[in-house]
C-alpha cells in the first residue's frame, strides 16, 4: 500500500475524536504482534469504516494468518479461519442442513463464515463454485440456505489471502468477484532491521499463538466502529473531488495496456475508501492526496492487462501510477 497510510497526520479537531484515537490505537497493539505490516493494518481498518473486504497478497511466512488474530482480538471481535482446498464445498463455508435423527428434523447449522473476520485461506486454491458461494455473504451480508435468508454478525469482513508466486492447482479469481473486494492489499517480506525484530521477539520467547502473552488486548471494539463509520459518512466532498475520482476511472478504460479498466463500483470505492483515510488522518474532507494514497489499492485488483502488455513485463501498479501522474489535480 502507499506508503501514505502509514502515519495519519493531525489536521483537524476530528483529532480528539474518541472513536477515532481507539481505532489509531489499534496499530499499536497490532504491531505488538506483527512487525513492518502498518500500512496493512491501516488498509483492514479502512474496509472496516468502509465495510468492505480485502485481498491480502503476500508469500508464506508474511503473518497474514497472525495480523488478521492479532486485529481481531484488539478489536474485540470473533475470527475464523478456513483453508481454501480444491475439496471444499460450499457448505463448508456457508454451513448446511442437518438431520437430527432425535426430532427428525432438519436444522442449520452455521459454517464458519458466520463470524465478525473471516480469513479465506489461499481462495484461489478451491474451485470457482465454492469461491462463488462466498459472493452473497460479501456482498449481502447474508447467507440463504434452502430459501432461507440469514443475517451475519455485524461487523464482517472476508479478509482473502493468496500467494502470488505459486500457480499450480490454483483457480484465478473471476472478475466479479475481485472486483467485490473493496483493496487488495500486498505484505512484502521484511527488511533487514524489521527482520531481525521478528527473530529477537521469538528469540526472547514470542508464540504467535498466544496473543494475551505478547501484551496485545482489545482497545477498541464494535460499537467505536459503528461510531466511526457514522462520522465517515459526514466527511465531506467537494464536487473536484468527485470530478477527480471519475477521470482517474475514466483514464483507466482508456489506457492502452488495459482490456478492462475500473467500473462505477470501483469509483464509488475509491470514494469511500478516501473518506475513511481523510477521517482517520483527522479531517473532515477529503484531498486529492487522500485519493492518491487509496488508488493502487483500490484498483488494482479492478482492471485487466492486455495479454500483449503481460508478456512485455507490464505491471499493473506502474500503469495505473502513470495515469495518476497524468491525470490533472483540483486545486
Known amino acids: 500500500m502507499n506508503e501514505q497510510l502509514r ?13 477515532r ?39 508464506p511466512g508474511v503473518a497474514k494468518t497472525l495480523l488478521v488474530r492479532a486485529l ?15 475439496d471444499l464445498m460450499p457448505g ?37 463454485k465454492t469461491q462463488a458461494s462466498l459472493l452473497e455473504a460479501m456482498e449481502e451480508r447474508q447467507v440463504s440456505v434452502d ?36 483493496l487488495k492489499l500486498t505484505m512484502p517480506l521484511p527488511n533487514r532491521t524489521e527482520e531481525m525484530e521478528v527473530i529477537r521477539r521469538h528469540a526472547s520467547g514470542f508464540s504467535p499463538r498466544d496473543l494475551a502473552g505478547a501484551g496485545v488486548r482489545a482497545v477498541a471494539g464494535a460499537q467505536d466502529l459503528e461510531r466511526a463509520r457514522q462520522a465517515v459518512a459526514n466527511v465531506a466532498v467537494e464536487p473536484e473531488i468527485i470530478g477527480y475520482i471519475v477521470d482517474l476511472v475514466r483514464a483507466t478504460r482508456a489506457a492502452p495496456s488495459f482490456q478492462l479498466g475500473v467500473s462505477p463500483r470501483g469509483a464509488t470505492a475509491l470514494l469511500n475508501t478516501s473518506r475513511a483515510w481523510a477521517w482517520l488522518s483527522g479531517r473532515s474532507f477529503i484531498t486529492p492526496d487522500d485519493v492518491k494514497a487509496l488508488a493502487l489499492p483500490c484498483l488494482r485488483h479492478r482492471v485487466a492487462l492486455h495479454p500483449e502488455a503481460q508478456m512485455d513485463g507490464v505491471r499493473v501498479d506502474d500503469v495505473l501510477t502513470g495515469i495518476l501522474a497524468s491525470v490533472a489535480v483540483p486545486r
Not at 502515519?7 to 472513536?19: F, N, S, T
Not at 482480538?73 to 482446498?85: E, G, P, Y
Open 147 to 182: 430459501g432461507v435468508s440469514r443475517p451475519l454478525p455485524a461487523p464482517f469482513l472476508v479478509a482473502a489471502t493468496q500467494n502470488p508466486v505459486e500457480y499450480e492447482g490454483t483457480y484465478p479469481l473471476p472478475e466479479a468477484q475481485l472486483d467485490r473486494f473493496l
Open 72 to 86: 481481531s482480538a484488539s478489536l474485540s471481535l470473533d475470527t475464523k479461519r478456513v483453508q481454501f482446498t480444491p
Open 92 to 128: 463448508d463455508v456457508t454451513g448446511s442442513l442437518v438431520y437430527d435423527s432425535h426430532t427428525s428434523e432438519f436444522s442449520f447449522r452455521e459454517g464458519p463464515v458466520f463470524t465478525n473476520i473471516l480469513l479465506a485461506d489461499e481462495i484461489n486454491r478451491t474451485p470457482p
Open 7 to 19: 502515519g495519519p497526520q493531525m489536521l483537524d479537531p476530528l483529532q480528539h475524536d474518541p472513536a
Open 21 to 59: 484515537q481507539a481505532l489509531l490505537d489499534v496499530r499499536n497493539e497490532v504491531a505488538k504482534a506483527v512487525v513492518g505490516q502498518d500500512s496493512t493494518v491501516t488498509g483492514m481498518l479502512i474496509a472496516l469504516l468502509a465495510q468492505g473486504h480485502v485481498l491480502l497478497e503476500g508469500v
